[in-house]
C-alpha cells in the first residue's frame, strides 16, 4: 500500500548534524505513525524513534533524546530524522518504517509492530 524510499545518509564527523528523509507514496500517509529504527551488523534492528499520525506525539529510546528530533509533513507525505550532535555510536543503518496500527506512540518501539519499511541508509559518524 506504500513505498518509502529514504534519503540524507552519509558520512559526518563527530558533533556534526544529519537530516534523514523518508518519502512515502499513496494517498494514506496520515493514517500511519512512523518510525525510525536502526542497526548494525550483528545486531538486531534497534528502535530510535516513533512520531504520531497528527505529528503532535512523539517518543525517542534513552540513548537519542535531546540529540534527535522527529518530525513529519503530512503535506509533503515525509517523515525527517534530524540528527545533531553525533557519536560513533549512532553509526549505523538507519531504517523509516511505518505502522497502521492505533497504539500509544511510547509503547511502538518493536519492529513487529510496522508493517512497511524503506530501504535504509548508512549514516558514518567519524571519531
Known amino acids: 500500500q506504500v513505498q518509502l524510499v529514504q534519503s540524507g545518509g552519509g558520512l559526518v564527523q563527530a558533533g556534526g548534524s544529519l537530516r534523514l528523509s523518508c518519502a512515502a507514496s499513496g494517498r494514506t500517509f496520515s493514517t500511519y505513525s512512523m518510525g525510525w529504527f536502526r542497526q548494525v551488523p550483528g545486531k538486531e534492528r534497534e528502535f530510535v524513534a516513533v512520531?504520531?499520525?497528527?505529528?503532535?506525539?512523539?517518543y525517542y529510546t534513552d540513548s537519542v533524546k535531546g540529540r534527535f528530533t522527529i518530525s513529519r509533513d503530512n503535506a509533503n507525505n515525509t517523515v525527517y530524522l534530524q540528527m545533531n550532535n553525533l557519536r560513533p555510536e549512532d553509526t549505523a543503518v538507519y531504517f523509516c518504517?511505518?505502522?497502521?496500527?492505533?497504539?500509544?506512540?511510547?509503547?511502538?518501539?518493536?519492529?513487529?509492530?510496522?508493517?512497511?519499511w524503506g530501504q535504509g541508509t548508512q549514516v558514518t559518524v567519524s571519531s
Open positions: 518504517a511505518a505502522s497502521v496500527l492505533s497504539r500509544i506512540i511510547e509503547t511502538m518501539d518493536r519492529q513487529g509492530y510496522y508493517q512497511y
Open positions: 512520531v504520531s499520525r497528527s505529528g503532535d506525539s512523539t
